[in-house]
């Protein structure tokens, strides 16, 4: 389980993307940007979707489940420049379809 020091250290950067945001969920905090899940913090470690936009911008980094039964996700690599964060959530966010709209009855 991600502590709230371990948020707070990991968010300082990520919440330098505008756009960005998080909501905690079961212990952990899901990564939004742009109203999109793109990934999430989970232990204290920043995972994102295994999409071609995260494999073509990470291609060194690790794959690991965020917890049991889960698929596999990247492991964000940080620190990391903001512009490069933005370019990344941005690539992420366009290959995640849009969130489905609750119909009223």
């Known amino acids: ?11 300082a950067q990520l919440g330098t993307v505008e756009g960005a945001c998080c ?15 793109i990934g999430g913090i989970y232990d204290g470690r920043v995972l994102v979707k295994d999409l071609p936009a995260a ?3 990470l291609p060194q980094t690790e794959y690991q489940l965020p917890y049991p039964g889960a698929k596999l996700m990247l492991r964000l690599p940080l620190p990391a420049e903001p512009a490069w964060l933005a370019a990344l959530f ?5 290959e995640v379809p849009s ?7």
Do not use: H, I
């Open 23 to 37: 909501r905690v969920m079961m212990g952990e905090y899901v990564l939004y940007y742009e109203g999109r899940v």
């Open 1 to 11: 389980m991600t502590t709230k020091e371990q948020f707070a250290a990991l968010w």
């Open 90 to 94: 941005a690539a992420l966010a366009a």
């Open 99 to 105: 969130p489905c709209k609750n119909k009223k009855k």
């Open 55 to 57: 494999r073509r911008l």
